[in-house]
């Protein structure tokens, strides 16, 4: 079992930056995939950011340019940098871990962290 655990949503203007934080503990060992999601009001779930244990990333369209999401292997944490956030990034942000390199659903889900971009 991994358990997930984010930090360092909060309420922030357009235009200004978070950086959110999810620490895995348990079996640490077994993860690959590592991937933010978020999920606004009314809205489906859906994928913000991935990395691999190799460091492979991939991005949704709408974040590219604007989020770096890296991870520290050694500290079993990933992150998700978010520059210039818009009202529409206002979400729930989830942190979540696989043991597959590309999961098309991931095992493991923190239970999340709200992010509030006011205009």
């Known amino acids: 079992q991994v358990q997930l655990v984010e930090s360092g949503g909060g309420l922030v203007q357009a235009g200004g930056s978070l950086r959110l934080s999810c620490v895995a503990s348990?079996?640490?060992?077994?993860?690959?995939?590592m991937g933010w999601y978020r999920q606004a009001p009314g809205k489906q779930r859906e994928l913000v950011a991935s990395?691999?244990?190799?460091?492979?990333?991939n991005y949704a369209y709408s974040v590219k340019g604007r989020s770096t999401i890296s991870r520290d292997n050694a500290k079993n944490t990933v992150y998700l940098q978010m520059n210039n956030l818009k009202p529409e990034d206002t979400a729930v942000y989830y942190c979540?871990?696989?043991?597959?390199?590309?999961?098309?659903?991931?095992?493991?889900w923190g239970q999340g962290t709200q992010v509030t971009v006011s205009s």
């Open positions: 348990g079996s640490t060992l077994s993860i690959n995939a």
């Open positions: 979540a871990a696989d043991s597959h390199y590309y999961p098309k659903v991931y095992e493991y």
């Open positions: 990395i691999s244990s190799g460091g492979s990333k």
